[in-house]
């Protein structure tokens, strides 16, 4: 992969965007929910910053669950396949189970989720929220229940999200040129 620099990168969504969505879907599922009791999945890594932003703005009785899941290796396009790194969960069944993910692009990570709980587990409900929907490149039928942004078709970094490892720290979300990552 060519290397990248943060001078590269371009603001998508800056830090204040972000901080205030996060706070209005939180705010959304809490009036959702109604006090119910969540068990929330952190789908790893790319969902690391806004999982705990969320969870920390969320007031039902909560359970946390961390999987990790990779579709992209190393490249800025989808493989097509899910490699379940770790995707250990207690029984949840009878749960109401949250599903946070970083972003839904072809959907295929996310669907194959959505049907390993549905296979597993006789769930009280399941539902996902995810910080980015890039809708126009989804092939899967598969859609969040929630979502804090929809995006074009760009590849983005920041905010949890990596290029080869990197930017995850970032505060805000950004992108590069596509000239500059092929
Ligand atoms: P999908 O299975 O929906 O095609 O892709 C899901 C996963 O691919 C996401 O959880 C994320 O890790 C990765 N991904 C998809 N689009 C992007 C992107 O624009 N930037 C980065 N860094 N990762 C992406």
């Known amino acids: ?15 204040s965007d972000i901080n205030e969505r996060v706070k209005q879907i939180a705010n959304i599922l809490n009036s959702d ?10 789908v790893l890594k790319g969902s690391v910053m806004f999982f705990t932003d969320l969870v920390r703005n969320l007031n039902m009785p ?7 899941l990779s579709s992209y290796g190393h490249s800025t396009s989808s493989s ?8 250990k969960l207690p029984d949840l069944t009878g ?11 072809t959907g295929i990570t996310a669907k194959f989720l959505l049907d390993y709980i549905a296979m597993n587990f006789k769930t009280k409900s399941t539902k996902f929220v995810a910080l980015l929907d890039k809708k ?25 999200l990596d290029y080869d490892g990197h930017f995850r720290n970032l505060k805000f979300i950004g992108y590069a040129d596509k000239s500059i990552l092929q």
């Open 33 to 42: 929910y109604n006090g119910e009791e969540v068990c929330a999945i952190c």
């Open 136 to 160: 126009i490149a989804r092939c899967a039928d598969v859609h969040p229940d929630y979502y804090c942004f929809e995006i074009d078709d760009k590849f983005v970094v920041g905010y949890g």
């Open 95 to 105: 749960k109401n189970v949250l599903i946070v993910e970083d972003i839904v692009d």
């Open 80 to 87: 097509g396949m899910v490699n379940a790194v770790d995707i």
């Open 62 to 68: 909560l359970t946390m669950e961390f999987i990790r």
């Open 1 to 15: 992969m060519k290397d990248v620099n943060l001078s590269d990168i371009n603001v998508l969504i800056s830090e």
